[in-house]
């Protein structure tokens, strides 16, 4: 990869360093190419970098160890970098694929609950404004691996997906935000929308609630709309042909039921009991709180990895959790879980009107 190239994309297309910003920089030793020419750009720019060290063993170990008393602690120090940083870049770097697999399903559920302050600080940043960021990957070999890919098929598919195949990348990433904010435009008029497929058949109100356009700003890739539809209007079915990950934990073939937006039923063929057990965490994550449509027709396959799976050009996601409060979205939960669904032989009607089908919106409604 390009990594000068791919460390511009970032810095100025995608958080905008500038003088004198605090920037916090996530990252494990496995992305240390791209890390130093970030470290250099943000320096150069008259940022001041603080890079904080990731590490799948290390948190392992906290998961695995800790007693209750820190599992549930909050940090302060966490609490107080959430509050003050002006620009957070995490590069997703993961050393291996499934590093809490060995879990017990409780101590994820006591951390995800502990650190859902920090999540709920980020959330208001986000939605004011106040707070800069983007995650972006760098491919390593458990990635790879996990994609079932090679490792130099997997760097190819992580360069076009962020459009560095463009020869001027910002340019794409421009045309794909016009692109999607023709969707939003149609779907920002819409009350009611349907989603069907030989499995699924959901209903969802999204009237009067934001849609979002990811365009790599925030999520590099970038490629999906996004919105809260109302918290208690999700009625029907929807089954999950994809693998819906948590914390390094597989769950396939989920399908799910709703009654007056809450779960009412809910099943996996692997994994169920994790599935029931995190949905308990509270009574939030028994709601939508984002639909979405993938938009990203760079990203053909599935690869395991959510910042690339919920762009995949022909694809849904809805997760189950908090919203995003920029979407008029109220429901809270300590988790937000995001779960695909290929569409790609599926119909979406908007008050009726088929407005999306194989996978792709139909022009005629696009203006």
Same mark, same amino acid.
Do not use: C, Q
């Given at each position: 990869m390009d990594l000068v190239k791919y460390s511009k994309l970032i810095l100025d297309y995608c958080v905008g360093v500038k003088k004198l910003d605090e920037v916090a920089l996530y990252a494990?030793?496995?992305?240390?190419?791209?890390?130093?020419?970030?470290?250099?750009g943000i320096v150069m720019r008259g940022g001041y970098p603080r890079l904080i060290l990731t590490d799948d063993i290390?948190?392992?170990?906290?998961?695995?160890?800790?007693?209750?008393?820190?599992?549930?602690?909050?940090?302060p120090i966490d609490r107080f970098i959430m509050e003050r940083i002006d620009v957070r870049i995490s590069i997703l770097s993961p050393t291996h694929s499934k590093p809490l697999i060995g879990i017990d399903p409780d101590r994820i559920r006591i951390r995800s609950k502990a650190m859902s302050e920090i999540r709920e600080i980020f959330m208001k940043r986000d939605a004011t404004g106040s707070l800069r960021w983007v995650v972006a990957p760098y491919p390593t070999k458990a990635m790879a691996q996990e994609a079932g890919?090679?490792?130099?098929?997997?760097?190819?598919?992580?360069?076009?997906?962020?459009? $560095?195949?463009?020869?001027?990348? &910002? +340019? *794409?990433?421009?045309?794909q935000a016009k692109a999607q904010e023709k969707v939003i435009a149609l779907l920002g008029r819409v009350d009611e929308l349907r989603i069907i497929d030989s499995d699924t058949d959901l209903m969802v109100k999204i009237g009067g609630r934001s849609w979002i356009n990811d365009d790599g700003k925030h999520n590099m890739p970038g490629g999906e709309i996004f919105t809260a539809p109302h918290e208690d209007s999700v009625e029907g079915r929807i089954v999950f042909g994809y693998p819906a990950i948590y914390n390094g934990v597989e769950v396939e073939g989920i399908k799910l039921e709703f009654r007056r937006g809450e779960v009412v039923g809910a099943s996996a063929l692997k994994g169920e009991e994790? $599935?029931?057990?995190?949905?308990? &965490? +509270? *009574?939030?994550?028994?709601?939508?709180?984002?639909?979405?449509?993938?938009?990203?027709?760079?990203?053909?396959?599935?690869?395991?990895?959510?910042?690339?799976?919920?762009k995949i050009g022909g694809t849904i996601h809805l997760a189950l959790g908090a919203a995003y409060l920029r979407t008029g979205g109220i429901n809270r939960s300590s988790i937000h879980w995001d779960m695909i669904k290929d569409m790609r032989k599926g119909r979406v009607y908007a008050d009726g009107d088929l407005v999306y089908e194989n996978g792709r919106f139909i022009k005629d409604f696009m203006g």
């Open positions: 494990s030793t496995e992305a240390f190419p791209l890390v130093r020419e970030l470290w250099k290390l948190t392992e170990i906290l998961y695995r160890y800790a007693p209750h008393e820190l599992l549930s602690y909050t940090s890919m090679s490792i130099t098929d997997f760097e190819e598919f992580v360069y076009r997906a962020v459009k $560095l195949h463009n020869e001027n990348p &910002v +340019d *794409a990433w421009i045309h994790f $599935l029931k057990r995190l949905i308990e &965490v +509270d *009574a939030g994550a028994k709601r939508v709180g984002e639909l979405a449509f993938g938009l990203n027709y760079d990203i053909t396959r599935f690869t395991k990895e959510i910042l690339f799976d919920e």
